[in-house]
């Protein structure tokens, strides 16, 4: 499959259009962002080490009954990917308060909720990407009914419970993580993007150490080492 021209570039991905207009090639970067990209970085080895994670877990959930958008890794670094329609909607999953739950609602950090959490947020750097609910979300003509938010939420709790047991099996605490969808040519949403520790919170079981991408945010510790941790635990036999 042949990469030809740059289609689009974000914090942690660039796209490039095929030889086949219904495939794209998702190339991931070694780019470090926070803070709507205020803060950057730049981490040799994180991008192969994410789309190896995201590989890992996508056929994971296909196997599991989640349409996703993957086809294939070429390299290291590359994933052949049906080009779907972005839903501008990032779709939250929390288990475990911390982060900006915290801050809105008092709630302590690490307090295991009583329930799956399910949160909207409006994919717009501009805006900071903020909170909304499902009638901001009609008003914005982002999805054509509540049947779609609907479908979004169940398949944001589905990933949940397949994710949650598999990395406690692994001596992980999934936090949380976020999670972005696509609809393809026929009309199917799709899980799109990545699940990588750019994009999921991992606490280690014991030590409550955080394993993500909260060390660049916080200045805690080299990323790569943590996120080859979270690789070797998810190839655990």
């Not at 969808?181 to 993007?193: E, P, Q, R, S």
């Not at 994009?199 to 996120?227: H, M, P």
């Amino acid at each position: 499959m042949q990469k030809k021209e740059l289609l689009y570039e974000g914090k942690g991905k660039k796209l490039y259009t095929t030889d086949d207009k219904e495939l794209l090639i998702s190339e991931f970067k070694d780019d470090l962002t926070a803070f709507n990209a205020q803060k950057k970085g730049n981490e040799k080895g994180k991008g192969e080490l994410n789309c190896k994670i995201s590989t890992q877990l996508f056929n994971l959930l296909t196997k599991e009954g989640v349409q996703t958008h993957l086809v294939k890794t070429l390299d290291d670094n590359s994933q052949l990917v049906k080009k779907v329609s972005i839903i501008p909607i990032e779709v939250v999953v929390r288990n475990i308060a911390t982060g900006s739950l915290t801050k809105r609602l008092g709630i302590k950090e690490g307090t295991v909720l009583p329930l799956t959490l399910v949160e909207f947020y409006y994919k717009d750097d501009a805006l900071g990407d903020p909170l909304i609910n499902d009638e901001h979300c009609l008003v914005l003509n982002i999805v054509k009914n509540r049947a779609d938010l609907q479908k979004l939420r169940e398949l944001g709790t589905k990933i949940n419970d397949i994710l949650k047991p598999f990395f406690a099996d692994r001596d992980l605490k999934l936090v949380d993580f976020k999670v972005e969808f696509g609809v393809d040519k026929d009309g199917n949403i799709l899980l799109a993007d990545e699940i990588s520790p750019d994009s999921c919170r991992f606490w280690d079981a014991t030590t409550n150490e955080k394993l993500d991408k909260d060390r660049f945010r916080q200045g805690i510790g080299e990323v790569k080492v943590a996120y080859e941790e979270v690789l070797k635990r998810i190839l655990k036999a």
